[in-house]
Every structure is written in structure tokens, then in C-alpha cells.
Nanobody, 126 residues
């Protein structure tokens, strides 16, 4: 079983930056496609933010974050990152990392991910 733990969330003013981390254990991390999702206040579902494929990783981003957020991974540290720049109040949400089972391609659909972290709160003030 793969376990995921997010960290790095907090309070930040609009225009600021945060770097979220997701540490994985219990699996072969380099073989896992990873995704970031977020659930804003009052929202019913977790929305896709970005993904990265296994190994070196091809990245994919939601239109709302393209050009501002960057996803990366460090396979030696079993960690995936989400660098968040030029933050906006609309970015306020609980951010979750997720993993697919090994060798499966990344996806924008949350239902296709098998493992989830608890989430970390990101609050952006205006």
C-alpha cells in the first residue's frame, strides 16, 4: 500500500509563493504517476491541478494554473513537489497529492488515482 503525506501549506498573500511537498512510502515511487488536486471551500469535488508521469515525467496542468504552478519529482527522495507562484485568492483550497498504481499513465480524472494523502491547506489572502 502506498502512503502519501503532504506538507508545505499555509497562509500567504496574493502574489506570493508556496512549495508543497508530497512524501511517498510503501511503493516503488519512480514507477508511479503522481497528481495534484485541490478542493476549494464549499466545493463538492476535488479538481485537477497537475500531474507528472513516472520516471522523468511528462507534466500536465489545468488551465487555471498553467504558467504559475510547476510540478516536479525527486525519485531518490520519493517526493513530488508543487511549486506555486503568483498565488491568487482563488487558489485557496485543500491540496491533495495522489498516485496511480505502478506503470499506469497520469490522468486528469481523480477517480483513476488509487492512493491519496490527507491534504494540506493553502489560504491566499487579498
Amino acid at each position: 500500500q502506498v502512503q502519501l503525506v503532504e506538507s508545505g501549506g499555509g497562509l500567504v498573500q496574493a502574489g506570493g509563493s508556496l512549495r508543497l511537498s508530497c512524501a511517498a512510502s510503501g511503493g516503488t515511487f519512480s514507477q508511479l504517476a503522481m497528481g495534484w488536486f485541490r478542493q476549494g471551500p464549499g466545493k463538492e469535488e476535488r479538481d485537477f491541478v497537475g500531474s507528472i508521469a513516472w520516471l522523468g515525467g511528462t507534466t500536465d496542468y489545468a488551465d487555471s494554473v498553467t504558467g504559475r504552478f510547476t510540478i516536479s519529482r525527486d525519485n531518490a527522495q520519493n517526493t513530488v513537489y508543487l511549486q506555486m507562484n503568483s498565488l491568487k485568492p482563488d487558489d485557496t483550497a485543500v491540496y491533495y497529492c495522489a498516485a496511480r498504481r505502478r506503470w499506469r499513465p497520469p490522468s486528469r480524472q481523480r477517480s483513476e488515482y488509487d492512493y491519496w494523502g490527507r491534504g494540506t491547506q493553502v489560504s491566499v489572502s487579498s
